[in-house]
């Protein structure tokens, strides 16, 4: 039954994700990426991390892709003005450049299976807000901080624009 779930899940997010890519509207686009990310959810569930599935549905899901919906629907785009169709052009590039993304991912999980524990089990604490509380104030400290400031002065640049347009 797992196996159905993460095989169901899985196809789901590739699926999703393709179709973002391919999507010439972008309000299906949006729709597209918020279905990639709950079946991405339901992966980390199966993995045992609720908190990160409950971020990721959340945080994702719920706040970002709503803010990209109001930003384009504010937008307002019509059909030809969403640009000249340019796929046919760089098709032997986007298809070589899936080709090594194929590879690559290839090469991440081989390498990912090889350095799993001996039974290819996670650690038992994966995913919990303890551990990710604990790498997140410890190893990732900086980075964290970092996007805190990053966050504060986008927010203050919006302001800043807002205001002057009044």
Known sequence: MELAIFLISALVAIAAAFLVVIQRNPIAAVMYLVTAFVAQAVLFIQLNAAFIAVLQIIVYAGAIMVLFLFVIML???RR??????IRLKFKPIVVALGIVLLVEAVVAIQAASMSAH?????PEMFGSIQS???LLFTDYLYPFELTSVLLLVAVLGAVVMAKRKL
């Open 75 to 77: 937008l307002n785009l």
């Open 80 to 85: 030809e003005e969403y640009g000249k169709d």
């Open 118 to 122: 001996g039974d290819g089990s996670l």
């Open 132 to 134: 990710v509380g604990k």
